[in-house]
């Protein structure tokens, strides 16, 4: 079965997280994601230790399904072969800051009139006008400027995620989102777009449940302070007796009824174990010793039977080595011919009309460059012609 996306052709220019996590999943779905890089560096992530065969295990992860061409796009012979692509494209996709692409002369803009039907998506750290525009950025820039880095943690000061919501959340999913959109609005009206994504605005966008409750009570969120970020005993995280952790989510009246049950504490089930206040902090004490007296594999084996939303907190290795995961394709066994058998995340959207598939390694630095050039009718000598000069 062909890919929802089957057909469709993205030129990704981007680097490192963002960028490449949005045309990832493109990829996954089907379409023909041709990665631009520079022919000197690349894509910086490549380099990052540490190395699977010659690249880093996050290119290995963020860059599969797609191909890889070197064009040096200072250099006019660059920018041409790059309109060329254009003409044959249906998506590009850059995370330059504002005004990088418009100086090379290959802007919205100008790629518009070589093709109408182009979208064009960029995704920066603060969008394309305002006065943040032009400055640098990472995560922890927009999580902070967006207000979801001032209440994460259980306080007094705010702690980082483990993950990037800025870069995935703010930025990739909302891009691939905005660009799947586009794509749908081209087929009813004929026309392409520019789409402009501001990690910042996407990460503001996470904020939804408290400003709603902001909205409702005029109280400005804080680490620890609500009922989903640890103002709630019946929706937290326990330690074990082995060091490890249970996450506890039992927020409705029948899952945390189930809980006390299965912990044989009646007492616990009160009405106000839903009720923000001073009495959650000795309920969560409460909880924390019982939770103390159990490893981690005896709870599981004492929740297993038990539907009250308590699990446990899995580390990365175990969670490559979950049935459930595998059972869901979501730990595929690949082989490479240079690194060997290795692990890749699996796709998670599942369609029943059309399938999501690992067909393609990640890339070597430009090893698709020959091949693509081919395709836009170069002959061997003229690209035997770009290579020496550092074109591709």
């Not at 797609?66 to 249906?90: C, E, H, M, W, Y």
């Not at 969560?284 to 039977?305: L, M, N």
């Not at 939303?309 to 011919?337: F, G, I, Q, Y």
Request: hydrophobic share 40%.
């Amino acid at each position: 079965m062909a890919g929802p996306f089957d057909g469709v052709r993205v030129l990704d220019l981007s680097r490192l997280l963002p960028g490449p996590f949005c045309s990832m999943l493109l990829a996954d779905l089907g379409a023909d994601v041709i990665k631009i890089e520079d022919p000197k560096v690349g894509d910086y992530i490549r380099w990052w230790p540490p190395r699977i065969g010659r690249n880093s295990g996050f290119h290995v992860v963020l860059n599969r399904n797609k191909r890889s061409v070197t064009l040096n796009l200072k250099d006019p012979q660059g920018q041409n072969i790059f309109r060329r692509l254009v003409k044959t494209a249906d998506v590009v996709l850059e995370g330059f800051r504002p005004g990088v692409m418009e100086r090379l002369g290959l802007g919205y803009a100008a790629l518009q009139k070589i093709r109408p039907e182009i979208i064009y998506c960029a995704i920066t750290g603060y969008g394309q006008e305002g006065k943040r525009a032009l400055r640098a950025g990472h995560d922890i820039n927009y999580l902070a400027l967006s207000g979801v880095l001032s209440y994460c943690g259980q306080g007094p000061a705010p702690s980082l995620p483990g993950v990037q919501i800025g870069d995935l959340g703010g930025g990739a999913l909302m891009a691939a989102f905005s660009i799947a959109a586009a794509l749908f609005a081209r087929e009813r009206s004929g026309h392409g777009q520019m789409i402009d994504i501001s990690m910042t605005d996407g990460a503001a966008m996470w904020n939804c449940l408290r400003w709603g409750k902001f909205l409702a009570d005029g109280r400005v969120p804080e680490p620890g302070d609500d009922l989903l970020n640890h103002g709630l005993a019946c929706y937290n995280i326990y330690r074990t007796k082995d060091g490890r952790f249970m996450s506890l989510g039992a927020l409705e009246p029948q899952f945390w009824k189930a809980f006390c049950v299965a912990m044989n504490r009646p007492d616990w089930d009160r009405p106000d174990y839903f009720e923000p206040g001073p009495h959650q902090r000795p309920l969560y004490e409460e909880i924390a010793r019982a939770f103390e007296e159990k490893t981690q594999g005896e709870w599981i084996a004492v929740f297993e039977k038990t539907d009250c939303c308590c699990e446990p907190v899995l580390n990365l290795e175990e969670v490559m080595a979950d049935p459930a995961m595998k059972a869901r394709h979501m730990v595929v066994e690949l082989h490479h011919e240079i690194w060997g058998t290795y692990r890749q995340l699996g796709c998670a959207p599942k369609f029943s009309g059309s399938r999501p598939d690992l067909h393609r390694h990640a890339p070597e630095l430009g090893e698709h460059t020959t091949d693509v050039l081919a395709e836009l009718g170069y002959t061997p000598e003229t690209i035997r012609h770009l290579h020496s000069q550092g074109v591709v």
